[in-house]
């Protein structure tokens, strides 16, 4: 399980950012990202690379994924997102400050998962009675 930090200039940019770690990167979110504030975020970033950095955020959000510290960075290293993102590991005094805040945020509002819920199958409602149907077509592009 890792902790993301995603900063941004715009929301429009963070739901982009997440849509391709989710969808290119193949990362899965157990959480639903959080807001964090824009300058604690920037301060959070600044104490992991022990540097300035060039530009200020204008918003952020942080959230966990079920994948671990290193196969995230490697698979967001393969997609190119129009945000920032920092992988928070737990070896860093900030991963502490983040998690605490993470408990008391309020939720990004505007993020909704495109993610199959279940797997391939597509849930629909015939009078009342909710249908699963295992479709194999959904994934026919992927090589098995």
């Known amino acids: 399980m890792a902790l993301i930090l ?14 391709d770690m989710e969808r290119h990167g193949n990362l899965n979110l157990i959480t639903k990202p959080k807001v964090v504030d824009a300058s604690f975020a920037d301060s959070l970033v600044e104490s992991i690379l022990n540097s300035k ?7 952020a ?10 196969l995230s ?14 992988v928070v590991s737990e070896e860093y005094d900030a991963y502490n400050k983040l998690y605490d805040l993470l408990n008391t945020a309020k939720a990004f509002e505007e993020y909704h998962s495109n993610k199959a819920k ?9 009078k009342g009675k909710q249908r699963h149907i295992k479709n194999d077509k959904l994934n026919s592009y992927i090589r098995k």
């Open 118 to 126: 279940n797997e391939g199958m597509i849930d629909y409602t015939i």
């Open 61 to 70: 959000v942080a959230f966990f994924v079920k994948e671990d510290a290193t």
């Open 53 to 59: 950095l060039r530009t200020k955020s204008n918003v």
């Open 6 to 19: 995603v900063r941004g200039e715009n929301n429009s940019k963070l739901l982009n950012a997440i849509a």
């Open 73 to 86: 960075i490697v698979q967001i290293k393969k997609i190119h997102p129009p945000a920032h993102i920092v």
